[in-house]
């Protein structure tokens, strides 16, 4: 079992940054892939951005550019930099981990989830 923890959200204006950052504890860290996924009201939840364990990386299209993602595996962390951020950004924002194959903006494809953070931002 894994546990992991967001934090960071908060409300910014258009154009600003936030830095989400995401905390896993239990079973080894090792070898899991994490990724961040967000969810608006009324809508499903989406990918944003995934990282595997040695490093490579994924983007949804609506965020390449302005969020970078990035572990520290000895810190069992994973942080998520959003900026030039919109208002069409606002959701909360989950981290979750996998062990399993297949695509990374799928979230059928994670085991352990977050509660998630709310990132809100004003126009």
């Known amino acids: 079992q894994v546990q992991v923890v967001e934090s960071g959200g908060g409300l910014v204006q258009a154009g600003g940054s936030l830095r989400l950052s995401c905390a896993a504890s239990?079973?080894?860290?090792?070898?899991?892939?994490m990724g961040w996924f967000r969810q608006a009201p009324g809508k499903e939840r989406e990918s944003v951005a995934a990282?595997?364990?040695?490093?490579?990386?994924y983007y949804a299209d609506y965020v390449k550019g302005r969020f970078t993602i990035s572990r520290d595996n000895a810190k069992y962390t994973v942080s998520l930099q959003m900026n030039s951020l919109k208002p069409e950004d606002t959701a909360v924002y989950y981290c979750?981990?996998?062990?399993?194959?297949?695509?990374?903006?799928?979230?059928?494809?994670?085991?352990?989830w977050g509660q998630g953070t709310q990132v809100t931002v004003s126009s």
């Open positions: 979750a981990a996998r062990t399993r194959a297949g695509s990374y903006s799928d979230y059928g494809n994670y085991d352990y």
């Open positions: 239990g079973r080894t860290f090792n070898g899991y892939g």
């Open positions: 990282i595997s364990w040695s490093g490579g990386t």
